[in-house]
Nanobody, 127 residues
């Protein structure tokens, strides 16, 4: 199973920016699609963004409506790393952010379809 390690979380004021990174232990079909999810206290885990491998779907991306225009997902295949650039952060973005990977050949927003998960990184936005 692919190991995923997130980094880059922290405390930031509303309107600020953070960049999360997720390093995968290997690049295989198991990381065809890599995504970011988040979970706030008392809430269900929700989809944030996902990106497909360039060789499968041309590196297509998908975003939750709540983050469109503010967050950007990207991946560096040479480094087996996916990034989430978060701008114009809001208090409601506060959550633990998880990186995930799946062998699916199209982007999926459903958490149960992702087989590998990172340990999570806390993002706190103060208002």
């Amino acid at each position: 199973q692919v190991q995923l390690v997130e980094s880059g979380g922290g405390l930031v004021q509303a309107g600020g920016s953070l960049r999360l990174s997720c390093a995968a232990s290997e690049r295989t079909f198991s990381t065809n699609v890599m995504g970011w999810f988040r979970q706030a206290p008392g809430q269900e885990r929700e989809f944030v963004a996902a990106i497909a491998a360039i060789n499968w779907s041309g590196g297509s991306t998908s975003y939750a409506d709540s983050v469109k225009g503010r967050f950007t997902i990207s991946r560096d295949s040479a480094k087996n790393t996916v990034y989430l650039q978060m701008n114009s952060l809001k208090a409601e973005d506060t959550a633990v952010y998880y990186c995930a990977a799946t062998s699916a050949m199209i982007i999926t927003t459903i958490p149960s379809t992702y087989k590998s998960w990172g340990q999570g990184t806390q993002v706190t936005v103060s208002s």
